[in-house]
C-alpha cells in the first residue's frame, strides 16, 4: 500500500465492502468516476449501494439521478436487498432526481439549448438532504433524448464540474456493449474519463464470474487487475480482494492437539495454532476420521469449532462421529461446534467463500475444517477455485486460527490433485493418507510430508481405524515407492520371501 | 382554444433571453388573445422543474390544449415551435388559402 502524500487525491470511504480495500481507500473525493459495465454487470446496485453505505455507515445523504429506470420501480427492485429507499426518501436522507423520459411525449428541439435545468434540480436535491454522494445511472439513456449527442457530452461535462463545485461526490454509470474494447458508449469516456471503474459479467466455463477491474483514478494509487466480486441478497455487492491480502500474519509457537497422540507426537508436539493443515487421500482413508479427531480435540481443549461439510450431510457426519465414540449434538449444544453443510453445487464459489467467512465472522471459531475442500473443485472454473482456496486460507491465517481441510486424490494409489497443486504452498501442514498394497491386502499408511517451522518424521506409518478412532503404528520397512503409488519390496530375506510365495508349489511350466 | 404555456428558464442567460424574446412575437403574432403564459426560473423554482421533468433550458411546456408537449432550446426555430405547438395546420391553411 502507498503512503498517501500530500499532493495526492482525497478519498471518499464507499462502505462496500472490499472497494475501499481494492481502491486504496475509496473513491477521489469531490470527483467524478466512472462505473461503466454490460448490461446486467452490477452497475446500478453498485451505484446505490454506495449511496445506501452513505447514508447507514457515514450519515451522509445522498441524491440518485435516474436516466433509464422510473424511481417506483428501482425502489421496488432494491427492496430484495433490505434497501428502505422509499423511508430514506421520506426521512430526507436521499433525493430522487427523475430525469427519465416520459414514453409517448414528443419532444421538438427548435433552437440551441442547455442542461442547466438538470444541474439546477441535481443542486436542490443536494441541498435538501445535504448530500455528499450523487450518483447518475445510466447515462446513456440520456442521449436519445436529444438530437446532438455533441451537445449532451458538452453539458455532462459541465453538470460534472458543477457537482464538484458542491463538493459532492459522483458515481455514474453507463453501459457497455462488450465486455473488452472501450469504455462506453456515446464517447463519454473522452470527457469524464478521470476515473474509471469497470465491472465485468463473463461466463467463464459454464459459471458466471462477475469482476470489478479499477481502470484508472487520475492521480490516485489504486490496486490494479480484475477482482471477483458477489452480489447477494443481505449485502449487495462484495468485492473479495484476494491479491490485496497481505502476507503479514504474525505466528504462533503455540500448539494445539491434532486429536491423535501419535500423530502429534510425530509432528514434535502438535499443531501450530495459526497454522493450515492438508489432509489428503483416496476416498475411504480416514479423511472425515481425521477431521473428527481434530474437532474432537477442539471440543475437549473447550475451543469452538466450525465444521464445513461439503460431501455429507450434517446427520451423516453426526452418525460418523458416534460411531467414533464423539458427540457432536452434544458439542453443539454446548456451543462448541457449528456444522454447516452445503452441497458445493448450489451457488458459486464465489458465494461460497462470502458465505464461510460470515459463518466464521458469526460464530468466531478457533478451529475450522473443511470437509472436503476438493469437492469444491467442481462448482467452478479451476482459476475461482484457486481464488476461493486461497481466499479462504489467507482468512483463516488473517485470523489466526487452525484451518484444517481435506483433499481427495483421484486414485487409490498415490497421485496428486488439484487442491494438492493450488494450495500445498500456502498450507503449513501436509498430511498423506494413502493405500499401500503389501501381499496382496490393503494396508494404510500416514506420512506428514512437511511441516513448517518444525522438525517432523519423515516416516511413513502404517495405520488402522477401529470402532475407536485412528491407530498409528511402526513404519514400513523394506518398501520403496508408496507414495507414487507404485511400491517395490526390498526384502533382506528375499530368497525366504520367494519360497514363502511358492510355498505351494507352482505347477511346472516347460 | 387557449393555449396554456409555460416557459423554463434560467436567470438572464443569453438563451432565456432570446427565448422569451422569441416566445413573445410568436405568442402575439400567433396566438393573440388565446395564451398565457408562465415564466419559470429553474434556479428559483427547481421544484416544479422536478414535476415538469425539465432537463433542459430553456424548455417550453404547452400544457393546454392537451397532449402535453416540450418544445426544448430558445424558440429560435421558428417553425419548429409552431410545429410543436401544433398551431402550425391552422397557419398552413391560411397561407395556402
Do not use: C
Given at each position: 500500500m502507498s503512503e498517501q502524500t500530500a499532493w495526492e487525491i482525497a478519498r471518499l470511504e464507499t462502505g462496500i465492502p472490499g472497494f475501499d480495500q481494492v481502491s486504496n481507500g475509496g473513491l477521489p473525493k469531490n470527483r467524478t468516476s466512472v462505473v461503466a459495465g454490460t448490461a446486467g454487470s452490477g452497475k446500478t446496485v453498485l451505484a446505490l449501494q454506495f449511496l445506501m453505505s452513505g447514508v447507514r455507515n457515514y450519515d451522509e445523504g445522498g441524491v440518485f439521478v435516474t436516466f433509464e429506470e422510473s424511481p417506483e420501480d428501482l425502489i421496488y427492485n432494491v427492496k430484495s436487498f433490505g434497501w428502505d429507499l422509499d423511508g430514506l426518501l421520506r426521512r430526507k436522507k436521499i433525493a430522487v432526481v427523475d430525469a427519465t423520459p416520459d414514453p409517448g411525449e414528443i419532444n421538438v428541439?427548435?433552437?440551441?439549448?442547455?442542461?442547466?435545468?438538470?444541474?439546477?434540480?441535481?443542486?436542490n436535491g443536494v441541498r435538501e438532504v445535504n448530500a455528499k454522494r450523487v450518483i447518475l445511472d445510466a447515462i446513456g439513456a440520456l442521449f436519445p433524448q436529444f438530437t446532438d449527442s455533441s451537445t449532451v457530452r458538452r453539458e455532462l461535462h459541465r453538470i460534472a464540474a458543477g457537482l464538484r463545485k458542491l463538493g459532492v461526490t459522483t458515481l455514474i454509470t453507463m453501459e457497455r456493449l462488450d465486455e473488452e474494447g472501450g469504455v462506453g458508449r456515446f464517447g463519454v469516456e473522452e470527457f469524464v474519463a478521470d476515473n474509471v471503474i469497470i465491472l465485468r459479467n463473463r461466463l467463464d466455463q459454464e459459471k458466471r464470474r462477475r469482476t470489478i477491474e479499477i481502470l484508472k483514478f487520475r492521480g490516485c494509487m489504486h490496486q490494479k487487475g480484475e477482482y471477483t466480486f458477489t452480489v447477494d441478497a443481505s449485502e449487495g455487492i462484495s468485492i473479495l480482494p484476494l491479491s490485496a491480502i497481505?502476507?503479514?500474519?504474525?505466528?504462533?509457537?503455540?500448539?494445539?492437539?491434532?486429536g491423535v497422540e501419535e500423530l502429534d507426537r510425530m509432528c514434535s508436539g502438535g499443531m501450530y495454532r495459526d497454522s493450515i493443515?492438508?489432509?489428503?487421500?483416496?476416498?475411504?482413508?480416514?479423511?472425515?476420521?481425521?477431521?473428527t479427531h481434530y474437532v474432537k480435540a477442539a471440543i475437549e481443549a473447550g475451543e469452538r469449532a466450525l465444521l464445513f461439510g461439503s460431501e455429507e450431510s450434517r446427520e451423516q457426519l453426526t452418525r460418523n462421529a458416534r460411531s467414533w465414540g464423539v458427540d457432536?449434538?452434544?458439542?453443539?449444544?454446548a456451543g462448541l461446534l457449528r456444522i454447516v453443510c452445503r452441497y458445493p453445487e448450489i451457488m458459486g464459489l464465489e458465494d461460497h467463500l462470502l458465505q464461510m467467512r460470515r459463518d466464521i465472522g458469526d460464530f468466531k471459531p478457533s478451529r475450522i475444517a473443511v470437509d472436503s475442500m476438493s469437492a469444491f473443485e467442481l462448482a467452478g472454473s479451476r482459476r475461482s477455485f484457486r481464488e476461493f482456496v486461497i481466499g479462504l486460507t489467507s482468512h483463516i491465517k488473517h485470523l489466526e486460527i487452525t484451518g484444517l481441510i481435506t483433499n481427495t486424490t483421484p486414485m487409490l494409489m498415490g497421485g496428486e490433485s488439484i487442491t494438492e497443486t493450488?494450495?500445498?504452498?500456502?498450507?503449513?501442514?501436509?498430511?498423506?493418507?494413502r493405500y499401500v498394497e503389501l501381499h496382496g491386502e490393503m494396508r494404510r499408511g500416514l506420512a506428514i510430508l512437511k511441516m513448517r517451522g518444525t522438525q517432523h518424521e519423515k516416516d511413513i506409518r502404517e495405520y488402522v481405524i477401529d470402532g475407536t478412532g485412528m491407530h498409528i503404528r511402526e513404519p514400513f520397512r523394506g518398501i520403496h515407492g508408496i507414495l507414487t503409488g507404485t511400491p517395490t519390496y526390498m526384502f533382506s530375506r528375499e530368497r525366504d520371501n520367494l519360497s514363502d510365495m511358492f510355498s505351494a508349489g507352482p505347477r511346472p511350466t516347460i | 382554444?387557449?393555449?396554456?404555456?409555460?416557459?423554463?428558464?434560467?436567470?438572464r442567460t443569453p438563451h432565456s433571453i432570446r427565448a422569451l424574446e422569441n416566445l413573445q412575437e410568436i405568442c402575439e403574432t400567433e396566438l393573440s388573445g388565446r395564451y398565457e403564459v408562465e415564466i419559470i426560473d429553474v434556479l428559483e423554482n427547481p421544484?416544479?422543474?422536478?414535476?415538469d421533468k425539465?432537463?433542459?433550458?430553456?424548455?417550453?411546456?404547452?400544457?393546454l390544449p392537451e397532449p402535453v408537449r416540450k418544445i426544448i432550446g430558445d424558440l429560435s426555430d421558428r417553425e419548429k415551435v409552431l410545429l410543436g405547438l401544433d398551431i402550425y395546420n391552422s397557419d398552413f391553411e391560411r397561407t395556402s388559402n
Open positions: 428541439e427548435a433552437g440551441s439549448f442547455d442542461l442547466t435545468a438538470l444541474l439546477a434540480r441535481i443542486e497481505e502476507l503479514k500474519q504474525s505466528s504462533s509457537d503455540k500448539r494445539v492437539s491434532s493443515i492438508l489432509v489428503s487421500g483416496a476416498t475411504g482413508t480416514g479423511k472425515t476420521l481425521t477431521v457432536f449434538e452434544g458439542a453443539e449444544k493450488h494450495i500445498s504452498t500456502i498450507t503449513d501442514t501436509i498430511i498423506l493418507l | 382554444m387557449t393555449y396554456r404555456l409555460r416557459l423554463f428558464i434560467t436567470g421544484a416544479i422543474a422536478n414535476v425539465i432537463l433542459a433550458t430553456p424548455t417550453l411546456v404547452r400544457k
